[in-house]
């Protein structure tokens, strides 16, 4: 916790990208190599949801595919084109669409940029505690404990 | 409950907006006539928070100022200029800028559009059980209870 005072309001691009890397176990953190997350609602202590404005150079995915046990997520494109893979396939998502990813369906997505410039987007996740990450195209799962998140084998052994 | 299937993406803008009026008293409704809504989370099955694409036409407000007690907000402006104004006094908020409303802290915050052409703006809200809202500037309370929001004057009578 610091004492600095809180904005009025903020040019999100403006706010200084996250500085912590992927968690992602070695083999899979190149994936989203240089994706930048501007965390927008913590800046005005926000607690019940973040919102990032998140930023993938072309050949650059927002995550692995996964899906959530309990927080739900939302992402609205900003700039440039974006591909949405979930299990009903491919989907392209340009400026001004939307989508949601309700807790609990299994329902893996991720958004991989396969275009020549950049996209920009915003994403929202609720914080709802006791949350597990799946990710159904790989050996991994993640588990929200009271430390962060463990990036764990699916057998429960950790990387 | 409707069996609908959720789509993969959405055109925001080709949402429906929200059909039901304002649930303010009429002598507060006429400041926020105009105003147009479109939810982008609930046709996906989004439960922990709500995400609206709001449009404000010249001279009309996004509600009464207004804080919540359990509720965190966050705006991010795409088109047009709107005034935000708090405790702290007026914020001209242009696209591409964001703020947020932490609950709690009992600092009434609103927009305002005096500009010539429309603000269009993304909204965000978990929807914590327990909220009150309380607007401080003017005598109206408003407390969701298990059949939505009463609205009532703070003595706790209805309007």
């Known amino acids: 916790m610091t004492d600095t005072p809180r904005p009025n309001a903020l040019e999100a691009l403006a706010v200084a ?10 083999q899979f953190a190149q994936r989203v190599a240089g994706r930048e997350k501007r965390a927008l609602g913590d800046p005005f202590g926000l607690k019940n949801f973040g ?19 309990t927080q739900d997520e939302f992402v609205y494109v900003l700039e440039g084109t974006a591909i949405l893979i979930t299990d009903e396939g491919e989907t392209e998502l340009r400026p001004g669409m939307c989508a949601g990813f309700p807790a609990g369906t299994g329902n893996g997505h991720h958004l991989v940029n396969r275009g020549a410039e950049a996209v ?10 006791g949350d597990t990450v799946i990710y159904p195209d790989e050996d991994l799962m993640a588990v929200l404990g009271p430390d962060g998140w463990a990036m764990l084998h699916k057998d429960g052994t950790p990387y």
Chains 1, 2 share one sequence.
């Open 17 to 26: 990208p996250r500085a912590r890397p992927s968690i992602y176990p070695p």
């Open 51 to 69: 919102v990032n404005l998140t930023r993938l150079p072309p050949g650059c995915q927002s995550a692995l595919r996964h899906t959530h046990a």
């Open 120 to 129: 920009l987007y915003l994403e929202v996740g609720d914080r709802t505690p």
